[in-house]
């Protein structure tokens, strides 16, 4: 089946710095990704959907500003956390759909960040 | 807005029992899916609905989608302790929206 690679798998960092989460389908060309967090003992919670060559789409509420998107190529999209902070401390899980709106969606193993 | 809501969030239950996750949804989506995670790893795919009267069926668990009810249900049949884990539904119109989840935790 197909394979979404997702790292770092889980990362520590300090107040004020920024991180990058890189999600990239392995097999098959990803039309569309979306990335997710999730806190502990709750739901997924959709932040963005990120299509090949253009401006991610945010979810309300979420900061494009803080949370920046990059889908550059139809096999990566990153997710870069800009001055992190403790409260941006989440499980991180990205998902590539490989085509269609009826193709089915794959998920990276997800990137657990803590910010100290 | 889409909703979707999940019932129950929490679930107890012995093993050798048979027990219903009920998924409501708020639009006319005719895509659905289970998926179960286990604590601290990320997402695995049960089912894939596309289809008003779809059920699939994989081990004890079955799964199956009403889209004029807009529910989906997943049905746990003589309950095993590795099935604990938690499970979502998701409904995707073009972006996925996903439940709650339900925490089931079954008792040896």
């Known amino acids: 089946g197909a394979v979404v690679s997702q790292h770092p798998s889980r990362v520590i960092c300090k107040s004020g710095t920024s991180v990058k989460i890189e999600c990239r389908s392995l097999d098959f060309q990803a039309t569309t990704m979306f990335w997710y967090r999730q806190f502990p003992k709750q739901s997924l919670m959709l932040m963005a959907t990120s299509n090949e060559g253009s401006k991610a789409t945010y979810e309300q509420g979420v900061e494009k500003d803080k949370f920046l998107i990059n889908h550059a190529s139809l096999t990566l999209s990153t997710l870069t956390v800009t001055s992190a902070h403790p409260e941006d401390s989440s499980f991180y899980i990205c998902?590539?759909?490989?085509?269609?709106?009826?193709?089915?969606?794959?998920f990276g193993s997800g990137t657990q960040l803590s910010v100290l | 807005e889409l909703k979707v809501e999940q019932n129950p969030l929490f679930l107890s239950m012995q093993e050798g029992k048979n027990y219903t996750i009920y998924c409501n949804y708020s639009?006319?989506?005719?895509?659905l899916y289970w998926y179960r995670q286990d604590p601290g790893k990320s997402l695995e795919s049960l089912f894939v609905l596309l289809s008003n009267g779809a059920v699939k069926q994989e081990g004890r668990l079955m799964a199956s989608l009403d889209t004029k009810a807009r529910l989906s249900t997943l049905h746990i049949t003589a309950a095993v302790h590795d099935l604990s884990a938690t499970y979502f539904c998701?409904?995707?119109?073009?972006?996925?929206?996903f439940g709650k989840g339900t925490r089931l935790h079954i008792l040896p």
């Open positions: 998902s590539a759909r490989k085509g269609g709106a009826y193709e089915k969606l794959f």
């Open positions: 998701a409904v995707d119109e073009d972006k996925i929206i």
């Open positions: 639009t006319t989506s005719d895509r």
